[in-house]
Every structure is written in C-alpha cells, then in structure tokens.
Nanobody
Framework: QVQLVESGGDVVQAGGSLRLSCAASGRTSSIYHMGWFRQAPGKEREFVAGISRSGGSGVYADSVKGRFTISRDNAKNTVYLQMNSLKPEDTAVYYC???????????WGQGTQVTVSS
C-alpha cells in the first residue's frame, strides 16, 4: 500500500505564491503518475496537474496553465505543486493522488487547505 501526506497549504493574498508538497511512503515502487486535484466548497473535485513517472513538463488544467508547475523527486518519493499568481478562485482543498500501472488515480492524500484572499 501507498500512503500520501500533503503539506504546504496556507492563507495567502491574491497574487502570492505557495508550494505544496506530497510525500509518498509504503510501496512507492508501484507509483506511476502523480497528480494534484482540488475541491472548492460546493464544487466537485477537479484535476489540477499531473506528471508521469519519468517527470517532464506535466499536464495541467486550463485554469492553472502558466501559473502552476508540477514537479517530482523520485529519490524522495515526493511531488510538488508550485503555485504562482494565485487567485481567489484557487481557494480549495488540494489533494495529492497517485496511479499504479493502470493509470487510474486510486490512492489519495488527506488534503491541504489553500485559501487565497482578495
């Protein structure tokens, strides 16, 4: 089994930056893709960004392209989300998730709150 622990959530003013981290433990050799999702109050959980096992540029939701950057350090079993130019609409609980070989995100962290004030 894989366990995920997110950190880095905070309250920040619009235009500011935050860096989220997600550390994986357990059977980390089974991890393929790593990603970030978010859920705002009253809304469904949505995909934010994902990165493959080999790293690379990642894929992003249109709403965060050019502002957020996902990266991973396989030696540390950690995925990061650098968030710049934050907007109030980025306020949400951010969840880290990973896939196995199937490509389905099926292991989730507990979430970390990001609040962007205007």
């Amino acid at each position: 089994q894989v366990q995920l622990v997110e950190s880095g959530g905070d309250v920040v003013q619009a235009g500011g930056s935050l860096r989220l981290s997600c550390a994986a433990s357990g059977r980390t050799s089974s991890i393929y893709h790593m990603g970030w999702f978010r859920q705002a109050p009253g809304k469904e959980r949505e995909f934010v960004a994902g990165i493959s096992r080999s790293g690379g540029s990642g894929v992003y939701a249109d709403s965060v392209k050019g502002r957020f950057t996902i990266s991973r350090d396989n030696a540390k079993n950690t995925v990061y989300l650098q968030m710049n130019s934050l907007k109030p609409e980025d306020t949400a609980v951010y969840y880290c998730a990973v896939t196995g070989q199937s490509g389905t995100y099926n292991v989730w962290g507990q979430g970390t709150q990001v609040t962007v004030s205007s």
